[in-house]
């Protein structure tokens, strides 16, 4: 992609395409697939694959992308970098429906530190997967997405709680049940019934099918945009992080032959701990390395020489409460990407990785920014420590500012996601990039 508006567009069709991590995990492996990486399933084997791209997904909403320019025996360096795929929402419990006062309404367990307020008075859809089977054939499996305003958690008016404005607190359970439709009877519907209807829009083969099971979030309908008044900013649901997934998968295509072998990993569960089989903490990555280093003596002399970039999104400085930032890194939108440190090692930058990637952004012509957090307030995670602790690989942490993080719409600078994605291009195109300091002699 040359051109910012050109990005722009791209990128708000995939968040709008892509309302949760299973569609974000579809969305990529399209991406891949029509630009020629050949997808491998982890249940067969495939060792000893020759020099080409690969994709692997595994539970449907993390992948992991490699392109094999030498084979993996030579034990060149691989350039890596990671996202994750899942943003904070409400998940449909398994039994959703209750009736209350001729309303029909869905019970939602929390997923991940959500801002709880901004969820009110939203046109709420339904998204997820759905597992189902007709009569006695093989179960299946399906993405479902309502597209349309099904839900919604109104306000309480102030009227009826005049110190709304001063001390309304939210309850988890009782306060965000959403409402999806009115109904003259006591009978709760057949939710499954509701899913398999739009089940059935998409498969039509459905028609006669049972539900098993699901996985549904909600979502805000409103799509990403431009806003501010020269249209500096960008607002939009779920910019932590599909924004740099997006960036990075752009990044991994845009790539020439060369003699550089690079990997990406978009791990889900990230919100919520990323202890899973298929989150950072979990043995994805680690097991698809060993499948391309057999040898544990090579593998380490790989992951050794090799950089991974942890990218997710930082806090930019909010101008009505800057007190809550450290006064020597103010993070500001529109001035780059923020390298992110941390002493207890909450984000896994050090000297070396923050110089490797500062050296790439002056490479790639672009601003970069430094964050840590305040002293008196507790500092976020990312994929980044977690995979360096899983893999032992140098690791830097890294994201474009943004405010609001983890509200139902997220505000960014309309250029941080177009300069992420030059720093990644360089990173997986330039073969004389530097990706590795040794330890200073001692
Ligand atoms: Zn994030």
């Known amino acids: ?75 060149m360096p691989m350039r890596m970098a990671g996202a994750h795929t899942d943003s904070p929402s409400l998940k449909i419990k398994p039994n959703p429906v209750q009736v209350r ?18 969820w009110f008075d939203r046109n709420l859809s339904i998204a997820g997967r759905v597992t189902w089977s007709c009569d006695t054939g093989p179960m299946r499996c399906s993405l479902i997405d309502f597209t349309r305003a099904a839900a919604i958690i109104p306000s309480l008016a102030i009227h009826l709680d005049r110190e709304a404005n001063e001390k309304r607190q939210i309850d988890r359970q009782t306060d965000l049940v959403p409402i999806i439709m009115l109904t003259e009877t006591a009978d709760p519907p057949d939710f499954n019934e509701l899913v398999r209807k739009e089940l059935v829009r998409l498969h039509p083969e459905a028609a006669m099918a049972t539900i098993l099971a699901f996985d549904l979030f909600l979502y805000d309908l409103q799509p990403p ?63 698809v390395l060993q499948r391309l280093y057999p040898d544990p003596d090579l593998l380490q002399r790989v992951v050794a020489r090799s950089l991974f970039i942890s990218v997710d999104n930082a806090h930019a400085v909010h101008p009505n409460f800057a007190t809550r930032h450290d006064p020597n890194h103010l993070v500001m939108l ?39 957090m305040r002293n008196d307030l507790a500092c976020g995670s990312t994929i980044g420590p977690l995979t360096a602790a899983e893999i032992g690989i140098p690791t830097v942490d890294v994201g474009v500012p943004q405010l609001a993080m983890h509200s139902i719409r997220e505000t960014i600078g309309h250029l941080d996601g177009w300069y992420l994605l030059q720093a990644m291009t360089a990173f997986f195109a330039a073969e004389d990039t530097q990706i590795h300091c040794p330890d200073p002699g001692f």
């Open 334 to 372: 529109n001035q780059g990407p923020v390298i992110k440190v941390n002493a207890a090692q909450r984000y896994a930058t050090d000297a070396i990785t923050a110089g490797l990637f500062r050296q790439l952004c002056t490479k790639a012509d672009i601003p970069y920014q430094e964050f840590v």
């Open 225 to 287: 945009c431009r806003a501010g008044l020269n249209g500096e900013f960008i607002t939009g649901p779920r910019l932590d992080n599909l924004l740099s997934c997006h960036a990075l998968a752009r990044a991994m295509t845009a790539a020439p032959d060369n003699n550089c072998n690079r990997l990406i990993v978009f791990n889900d569960h990230e919100e919520i701990g990323s202890l899973s089989r298929s989150g950072a903490q979990g043995p994805f990555l680690k097991s």
């Open 1 to 75: 992609m040359e051109h910012l508006t050109e990005y722009l567009d791209d990128l708000f069709a995939f968040i709008r395409h892509s309302p949760t991590a299973y569609h974000a995990t579809a969305g990529v492996l399209d991406h891949l697939t029509q630009q020629g990486f050949k997808r491998l399933d982890e249940a067969v084997s495939w060792s000893n694959l020759p020099p080409g791209s690969y994709s692997v997904v595994r539970n449907g909403a993390s992948l992991i992308a490699f392109t094999l320019s030498q084979d993996p025996q030579a034990g």
């Open 101 to 118: 006062h001729g309303c029909v309404q869905l019970g939602v367990e929390m997923y991940g530190g959500l801002l709880l307020a901004p």
